[in-house]
């Protein structure tokens, strides 16, 4: 069995989440728009799931707009807003996913200026520079900045950023789906009107997400047809795989304050371990991060050897973002940091989860120490 260091970049599913699914996927396959018992029977389990999933991040049940997973939340976020709005300013953080960096390049063909937000060295939002862009800038009409980084785990000052884009009537929107299930999340604190989430980051099933909304904020729908979701994403809904986000969000919220004890005691192991490698750079080191996420880079070692030599012993790690791995140019979210070119291609991340143990730390340390005698010059 691998040892499986890669939980931002999906997660095992919960042996509730699929028992709580399987009567979806079996007997309950009524359309929940149908009218009769069965059709009514598959609703009604749609709403408690949207009531389980509301309460992760502190939202009210009809601000749970179902989608296909945090991709398409962040689309409907950015493309959604944009096409409701005067063509202005949109401002997006420099490290976001490229589900939200790709979609806000995309409504520059719409005549929508884009800024993206620098970040300091360590990986944060740099809110000075933020209030110098939007002094800069007084069209500007939707903001996104996620609250954890799926790369370096590093934390963002959301609420100081929402705090400043509110103010200016911009509609201000999170990326949620790294945070949720390893931190606390309030929507209320953050003061955000739009946010991300996906099921697969929290043990739950792949394929499904959400994105909650604020109703104050109007949206274009990317998909018509149906009238579902408030005819804001039409088609029959996912069923099976809503029920298990629900169960999934319920057990993240539960299992919270074990969880970030669990993966802070492994992160803490093979960081204070990791002081004994002092060629061995942390990203984002100084900075809050996630509990279960450590960055680090290995200066003269390529990080897909090194991805290789981990799978060559059994160990599951990533290069940084699923979606740059084959690629040996620096992750976007390194170069913003102003990493060098060199450290930036060596760059592997580990991300803990659940059911990992310090014995995984261990290993993981002992073949890290074997490929750097045996590679590092
Ligand atoms: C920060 C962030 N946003 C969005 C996504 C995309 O979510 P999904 O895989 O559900 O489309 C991911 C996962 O890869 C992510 O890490």
Same mark, same amino acid.
Request: charged share 15%; glycine share 10%; hydrophobic share 45%.
């Given at each position: ?188 604190? &953050? ?31 990317? /998909? ?17 795989? /809503? ?62 050897? &090194? ?40 760059? /592997? ?29």
């Amino acid at each position: 069995v691998p040892r499986y260091l890669d939980h931002n970049a999906t997660t095992p599913l919960d042996p509730l989440v699929l028992e709580a699914m399987m009567p979806y996927l079996q007997s309950h396959y009524a359309n929940p728009s149908g009218v009769y018992r069965a059709g009514r029977a598959a609703r009604a389990a749609i709403d408690r799931a949207r009531e389980q999933v509301a309460a992760l991040v502190g939202a009210h049940p009809s601000q749970v707009l179902f989608t296909s997973g945090g991709t398409e939340a962040n689309n409907l976020a950015i493309k959604g807003t944009c096409a409701k709005q005067s063509v202005g300013t949109l401002a997006v953080s420099a490290i976001e996913h490229a589900s939200v960096l790709e979609p806000a390049a995309a409504v520059t063909q719409q005549g929508w200026q884009l800024v993206r937000l620098p970040v300091s060295a360590d990986g944060v939002v740099d809110v000075v520079r933020l209030e110098q862009i939007l002094s800069v800038h007084d069209d500007l009409r939707m903001m996104s900045v996620m609250l954890a980084n799926n790369e370096t785990g590093v934390l963002q000052p959301v609420a100081a950023c929402a705090e400043r884009a509110v103010s200016r009537g911009c509609v201000m929107h999170s990326d949620l789906t790294q945070a949720v299930g390893k931190i606390p999340v309030s929507l209320a604190a &953050l003061g955000v009107q739009l946010a991300t989430l996906s099921a697969h980051k929290i043990y739950g099933p792949k394929g499904v997400g959400a994105l909650i909304y604020d109703k104050s904020v109007e949206l274009e729908s990317l /998909i018509h047809g149906g009238g579902q979701e408030r005819e804001l994403r039409g088609g029959t809904e996912n069923v099976a795989a /809503i029920v298990g986000f629900g169960v999934a969000a319920e057990r993240a919220l539960i299992d919270l304050p074990a969880r970030t004890a669990h993966t802070l005691e492994l992160r803490h192991a093979l960081e204070t371990r990791l002081r004994e490698c002092p060629q061995v750079v942390v990203f984002g080191a100084a900075a809050a991060r996630l509990p279960n996420t450590t960055y680090l880079g290995v200066p003269g070692i390529d990080g897909e050897t &090194l991805l290789m030599q981990f799978d060559r012993a059994g160990l599951a790690v990533s290069s940084g973002s699923a979606c740059d791995s084959g690629t040996t140019d620096p992750s976007h979210v390194l170069v913003a940091m102003g990493v060098g070119q060199a450290l930036g291609r060596s760059a /592997i991340r580990v991300s803990f989860g659940a059911q990992n143990n310090l014995n995984d730390v261990d290993v993981f340390l002992t073949t890290l120490q074997s490929i750097l005698s045996r590679y590092a010059s």
